[in-house]
């Protein structure tokens, strides 16, 4: 299990890391986000989901703590990731590369690292992984934000519904086999849009961490036992 | 606006690298409560919910391309088309709407 290794292994993810990186990026030149910003979030904060609804949230005006705390919220969810990954790092690998690999953890690697049959993993295999990855998630980034500077005005005003269909495409998949996710998220919906029309006064990003910790509350006395493993 | 622009970068990549980096460093055989770990993985599907309603009313001010190209949309998210197909094509159908409707 070398670096070299990790690589290959990590090819999938890079082939469909550049296509939604390319998304990402002109979605930024359509929200008329400066290019560097767009590229800057690619490279030092590298997660897909966070840097999507981050710009979302950029896009409604929400204030830069709002933006924030919403990112932690996202993202809250690689704790688990990371605690399931270190059980299968060797004990004695350094701490710089412990850092190092904890930068690349995305839903992605995971899964892919998660599902390889060694019981322990090399930090060199996992940091080929890692960074296959995040080269095809920054150059992604570089191609989106060049084509979305071209793009004629009408076409860049269709481009804000892209968005939403990005969301739209990740949560129905979900939502179909799963009732208690489908309840959850028009549960949250329904919170957010009732905050919006009734309680003007709490801004969109506080409506939106309302909403969501209101419904996963829900979500887990509601549906009590049973295991579900969408992730 | 610039400056305030590069604190969000900053601040989104402390909260996104501390949670995947805490663990690896500091937990070796920590076990979250399972109401913890539902609640967690609940999470991401409760913000989709609330970021795509209502906004998603607000992207064009053509109410009924927008719940067209929304119905579109639904239909081909739940076929289970790839996401990158899936927004080619609602971009495709609400740049069209716009001009028929």
């Given at each position: 299990m070398t670096f070299k290794r990790g690589i290959i292994v990590g090819l999938p993810v890079c082939l469909g890391y550049i296509p939604i990186a390319i998304a990402y990026g002109l979605l930024g030149i359509s929200f008329n986000i400066p290019p560097y910003i767009i590229l800057l979030l690619s490279v030092i904060v590298f997660a897909g989901a966070s840097q999507f609804i981050g710009i979302g949230l950029i896009g409604v005006g929400a204030s830069p703590f709002e933006i924030i705390f919403t990112t932690f919220m996202v993202n809250i969810r690689h704790l688990l990731m990371s605690a399931s990954l270190e059980k299968r790092v060797d004990k004695d690998t350094p701490i710089l590369y412990r850092i190092l690999i904890s930068f690349g953890i995305t839903d992605e690697t995971f899964s892919l690292l998660s599902f390889q049959k060694d019981e322990?993993?090399?930090?060199?295999?996992?940091?080929?992984?890692?960074?296959?990855?995040?080269?095809?998630?920054?150059?992604?980034t570089m191609i989106g934000i060049s084509v979305g500077n071209i793009i004629p005005e009408s076409l860049a005003l269709a481009m804000n519904f892209s968005l939403y269909a990005m969301f739209i495409a990740l949560l129905v998949p979900a939502a179909k086999k799963s009732l208690k996710i489908t309840s959850i998220a028009i549960l949250s919906a329904g919170i957010h849009i009732l905050i919006r029309f009734i309680f003007t006064l709490i801004s969109i990003g506080w409506s939106i961490v309302i909403s969501t910790i209101i419904a996963s509350a829900a979500g887990v006395f509601l549906f009590d036992g049973e295991n579900h493993n969408e992730e | 606006m610039k400056n305030e622009l590069l604190f969000v970068a900053i601040g989104m990549m402390v909260v996104t690298f501390i949670p995947r980096l805490i663990p690896m460093l500091f937990m070796k055989d920590v076990k979250l409560p399972e109401k913890l770990n539902r609640f967690l993985s609940f999470i991401p599907y409760a913000i989709l919910g609330a970021?795509?309603?209502?906004?998603?009313?607000?992207?064009?001010?053509?109410?009924?391309?927008?719940?067209?190209?929304?119905?579109?949309?639904?239909i081909v998210s739940y076929?289970?088309?790839?996401?990158t197909i899936v927004v080619i094509i609602s971009i495709v159908s609400i740049y069209l709407f716009n001009i028929i409707l």
């Amino acid at each position: 299990m070398t670096f070299k290794r990790g690589i290959i292994v990590g090819l999938p993810v890079c082939l469909g890391y550049i296509p939604i990186a390319i998304a990402y990026g002109l979605l930024g030149i359509s929200f008329n986000i400066p290019p560097y910003i767009i590229l800057l979030l690619s490279v030092i904060v590298f997660a897909g989901a966070s840097q999507f609804i981050g710009i979302g949230l950029i896009g409604v005006g929400a204030s830069p703590f709002e933006i924030i705390f919403t990112t932690f919220m996202v993202n809250i969810r690689h704790l688990l990731m990371s605690a399931s990954l270190e059980k299968r790092v060797d004990k004695d690998t350094p701490i710089l590369y412990r850092i190092l690999i904890s930068f690349g953890i995305t839903d992605e690697t995971f899964s892919l690292l998660s599902f390889q049959k060694d019981e322990k993993l090399n930090y060199k295999f996992i940091l080929g992984v890692n960074i296959i990855a995040y080269s095809s998630w920054v150059l992604g980034t570089m191609i989106g934000i060049s084509v979305g500077n071209i793009i004629p005005e009408s076409l860049a005003l269709a481009m804000n519904f892209s968005l939403y269909a990005m969301f739209i495409a990740l949560l129905v998949p979900a939502a179909k086999k799963s009732l208690k996710i489908t309840s959850i998220a028009i549960l949250s919906a329904g919170i957010h849009i009732l905050i919006r029309f009734i309680f003007t006064l709490i801004s969109i990003g506080w409506s939106i961490v309302i909403s969501t910790i209101i419904a996963s509350a829900a979500g887990v006395f509601l549906f009590d036992g049973e295991n579900h493993n969408e992730e | 606006m610039k400056n305030e622009l590069l604190f969000v970068a900053i601040g989104m990549m402390v909260v996104t690298f501390i949670p995947r980096l805490i663990p690896m460093l500091f937990m070796k055989d920590v076990k979250l409560p399972e109401k913890l770990n539902r609640f967690l993985s609940f999470i991401p599907y409760a913000i989709l919910g609330a970021l795509i309603f209502p906004s998603v009313f607000e992207t064009s001010e053509n109410l009924p391309a927008v719940i067209l190209t929304l119905i579109i949309c639904f239909i081909v998210s739940y076929i289970g088309l790839n996401p990158t197909i899936v927004v080619i094509i609602s971009i495709v159908s609400i740049y069209l709407f716009n001009i028929i409707l």
